[in-house]
C-alpha cells in the first residue's frame, strides 16, 4: 500500500505548526467527509478526527482546511504560509498531481 | 455617505435573513447564556465553531462596556442603553456568521485562499472596539467582495461616548479599519463611510481619595 494516505493525515500537525495559525476547524463538508471515511477505511485506523478534508479526484488531490488566526498576524500572510506548508508536505509524501489546495479563515483574533 | 433615514440597526431583515443569521444552530441568547455558565460545561458544537467565537468575542466586550455603564446614571441611562445594546446584540448576531468569501491572492494555481465576511466584519468590530469610547454597532461591505479588484465601500455605524469630539473619533476608526483591512484582506477598499448613531453616557469614574475623605 501506498504510504501517501497516512501521510497526509499529518496535515493537521503540518497546518498547526505555522505560525499564526491558532486553530484548525472542521472545513465544510463540501470537499466529501466521505473521502475522509474512505481513507479510514483503506489504512485500517479508527474513524478520523481530522479536521483537514482530501479528496483524489480525476484532476488531482484536493484539500481543505479552515483556519483560525492569533491575534497580531496578518491574515492573508498566514493563509498564504499555510497553503505553502501544505504543498511542501504533499510534494514530499505525494505522488499524484495536487489539484486545489483550499485554505479558508474562518476567524482572526 | 449612508444616509440619515438608514436605520441603525437591522430590524429590517426578513425572515430567511434571521435565519441564515444563526450561529451553528445556537442563538445569540444561547451563547450569552453560555458565557453566563463560564463556558461550562464544554459545548463543542459552540467551542468548534468560528461563528460562534467571532459572536462570543463581541459579547465579551460588549459585556465590559455595558458593566462600566452600569456604574454610570443607571436610572438615566437605562432605558436608552437597553436600545442600543440590543440592536448591537442582533448585528453580533447577523454579521458572525462566514457570508461570503473573499479571494486572498496567491501565484500558484492550485491555491485557492479565502477569508470569510464573517472573519472580516469580526476583526473590523474588534477593532473599533479597541478604539477607547466607541462602539461599534454594524459592519457591512458593500460591492461584490468574490472578485479581485472590485471597489468596495465599508459601511460602519458607530456609538461614541458622550462629550468626545465626533469627527475626532470617526477619523480615528476610520483610519484604523483601513489599517485592518490592508493587513488582513486584498480587498480594494472605495471608501470607509462611518455614520455615528448614538451617544452614550461616559462611565462613571471612581472618586478620587480627595474626594473620598
Redesign the interface.
Same mark, same amino acid.
Given at each position: 500500500m501506498s504510504d501517501v494516505l497516512p501521510q497526509a493525515d499529518r496535515l493537521d500537525e503540518v497546518v498547526l505548526a505555522v505560525p499564526g495559525v491558532d486553530t484548525l476547524y472542521s472545513a465544510a463538508p463540501l470537499i466529501a467527509t466521505v473521502i475522509t471515511t474512505a481513507v479510514d477505511a483503506l489504512t485500517r485506523r479508527p474513524p478520523s478526527a481530522n479536521s483537514v478534508l482530501i479528496a483524489h479526484e480525476k484532476a488531482g488531490l484536493s484539500v481543505a482546511v479552515k483556519i483560525g488566526v492569533t491575534d497580531g498576524y496578518a491574515a492573508t500572510d498566514v493563509c498564504r504560509r499555510v497553503h505553502d506548508a501544505i504543498m511542501e508536505h504533499l510534494r514530499e509524501y505525494e505522488e499524484q498531481e495536487i489539484a486545489e489546495v483550499a485554505v479558508t479563515v474562518a476567524r482572526i483574533g | 455617505m449612508t444616509s440619515p433615514d438608514e436605520p441603525f440597526v437591522a430590524f429590517d431583515l426578513d425572515t430567511s435573513d434571521r435565519e441564515l443569521a444563526h450561529l451553528a444552530g445556537h442563538t445569540i441568547e444561547e451563547l450569552s447564556d453560555y458565557l453566563d455558565r463560564d463556558r461550562t460545561p464544554a459545548d463543542p458544537s459552540i467551542d *468548534? &465553531?468560528?461563528?460562534c #467565537? /467571532?459572536a462570543l468575542?463581541s459579547l465579551q466586550r460588549l459585556r465590559v462596556v455595558q458593566r462600566s455603564l452600569l456604574s454610570s446614571d443607571v436610572e438615566r441611562e437605562s432605558a436608552r442603553s437597553d436600545g442600543w445594546v440590543r440592536s448591537i446584540l442582533q448585528n453580533i448576531n447577523l454579521e458572525a456568521h &462566514?457570508g461570503r468569501?473573499m479571494p /486572498?491572492? @496567491?501565484p &500558484?494555481p492550485?491555491?485557492?485562499?479565502?477569508?470569510?465576511e464573517?472573519?472580516?466584519r469580526? /476583526?473590523l468590530r474588534?477593532t473599533g472596539d479597541e478604539i477607547e469610547n466607541i462602539i461599534v454597532g454594524r459592519c457591512r461591505l458593500d460591492g461584490d467582495v468574490s472578485v479581485p479588484g472590485t471597489p468596495i465601500t465599508i459601511r460602519v455605524d458607530a456609538a461614541v461616548c458622550e462629550r468626545e469630539n465626533i469627527p475626532g473619533k470617526a477619523q480615528a476608526l476610520r483610519q484604523a479599519l483601513y489599517a485592518a483591512l490592508d #493587513? @488582513?484582506? *486584498?480587498l480594494t477598499i472605495a471608501a470607509i463611510d462611518i455614520t455615528i448613531r448614538d451617544l452614550y453616557l461616559r462611565p462613571a469614574t471612581p472618586p478620587s481619595e480627595t474626594e473620598q475623605r
Open positions: - | *468548534d &465553531s468560528p461563528e #467565537q /467571532i468575542r &462566514s468569501d /486572498i491572492e @496567491h &500558484s492550485t491555491a485557492r485562499l479565502v477569508v470569510t464573517g472573519a472580516v469580526g /476583526i474588534a #493587513q @488582513h484582506t *486584498d
